[in-house]
């Protein structure tokens, strides 16, 4: 066998071997009688939820839909998230913005593709690599950090979405607190308040508004509007959320007036919103000494000194 044919085997041996160790992984915790139970469980879930799809058309939407539907089959059947920490990543894929029931299993099923990925990139790139890469035991560590880091990517994908989601929505708190303050004074309920503010923020702040619609939704059909509002706090986990929240609590615990309490807190989020934009104008000049020195000041150099050293080769060249 040539050195090509050798390589390439060893390459399928490493990652039939990581599968293998998945697999083996997997009998192991789901061995027992235990675990037997809750994986049935757990496959008859996934059962009647698929059952309760409704069918694709034969569209672009149905065709993603489908694939959807292949990636939360997937994710459910994967052995190497408890249950745990399936329930933490539901918290993050809440406050993301995913709230479907299958969030949580599309999540699990492309970090697990993307695992795979990059572990098969890896190996196949791993013998390219000068004085270590021609030894199949580093290959296999290499392969085995890349499986992690490729199954880690997709968290810190979905953490920057959700950061720039709360951002948004941290940006456009003082207008919604403005908004409630002249639905409360116009005599409406706290729940009819926040309809009409989320109706306002539908084209303003879309995840504001969305959020504000499920706390609605929810005020109207429990009638528990602590429990409500400290779903809305958790969603959204703000500390500028969490401090309305609370002071709709304890004005409606304590019967003191709600429109007062916004209005005070609605004067300190503007506050400390035309704060924070004075912090950034204020950053704007030190950040903006680096890109004008390499970009600007060298184009400024040429248009000014170039004529001159036309010039001066024009000269020494007649010379």
């Given at each position: 066998m040539?050195?090509?044919?050798?390589?390439t085997l060893i390459n399928l041996l490493m990652l039939l071997a990581l599968v293998v160790g998945i697999v083996l992984w997997w009998a192991t915790k789901h061995g027992g009688t235990r675990g037997r139970i809750a994986e049935r469980t757990r496959q008859a879930a996934v059962v009647q939820r698929n059952e309760r799809a409704l069918p694709e058309e034969e569209d672009d939407d149905g065709r993603m839909a489908r694939f959807t539907q292949r990636l939360a089959r997937l994710g459910d059947r994967l052995p190497l998230f408890d249950a745990k920490y399936r329930?933490?990543?539901?918290t993050q894929m809440i406050r993301s913005g995913y709230r479907s029931q299958s969030a949580v299993s599309v999540l699990l099923a492309i970090k697990f593709v993307v695992g795979l990925i990059c572990a098969a990139f890896a190996v196949m790139l791993?013998?390219?690599?000068?004085?270590v890469g021609g030894y199949p035991a580093v290959r296999g560590i290499m392969m085995l950090?890349?499986?992690?880091?490729?199954?880690?990517?997709?968290?810190?994908?979905?953490?920057?979405?959700?950061?720039?989601?709360?951002?948004?929505?941290?940006?456009?708190?003082?207008?919604?607190?403005?908004?409630l303050v002249i639905c409360t004074n116009a005599g409406n309920s706290?729940?009819?308040?926040?309809?009409?503010?989320?109706?306002?923020?539908?084209?303003?702040?879309p995840p504001l508004s969305s959020e504000f619609s499920l706390t609605a939704d929810e005020l109207k059909l429990s009638g528990d509007s602590t429990r409500a509002l400290q779903a809305l706090a958790d969603r959204i986990d703000l500390p500028s959320i969490r401090a309305l929240i609370s002071t709709l609590t304890q004005?409606?615990?304590?019967?003191t007036p709600i429109t007062q309490a916004l209005r005070t807190l609605s004067h300190t989020e503007?506050?400390?919103?035309?704060?924070?934009?004075?912090?950034?104008?204020?950053?704007?000049?030190?950040?903006?000494?680096?890109?004008?020195?390499?970009f600007i000041l060298p184009a400024v150099m040429l248009i000014a000194a170039g004529p001159a050293a036309i010039q001066l080769i024009s000269v020494f060249a007649k010379k």
């Open positions: 040539s050195q090509d044919s050798i390589e329930a933490k990543l539901r791993g013998s390219h690599i000068p004085v950090l890349v499986f992690v880091v490729g199954m880690i990517l997709p968290e810190y994908v979905i953490a920057f979405f959700a950061s720039r989601r709360r951002k948004a929505m941290a940006s456009c708190l003082p207008d919604a607190l403005d908004l706290l729940g009819v308040s926040i309809r009409r503010v989320a109706d306002e923020l539908k084209t303003i702040c004005s409606m615990r304590y019967g503007r506050l400390a919103h035309i704060v924070s934009l004075e912090e950034k104008a204020a950053k704007l000049a030190p950040k903006m000494a680096v890109p004008m020195m390499l």
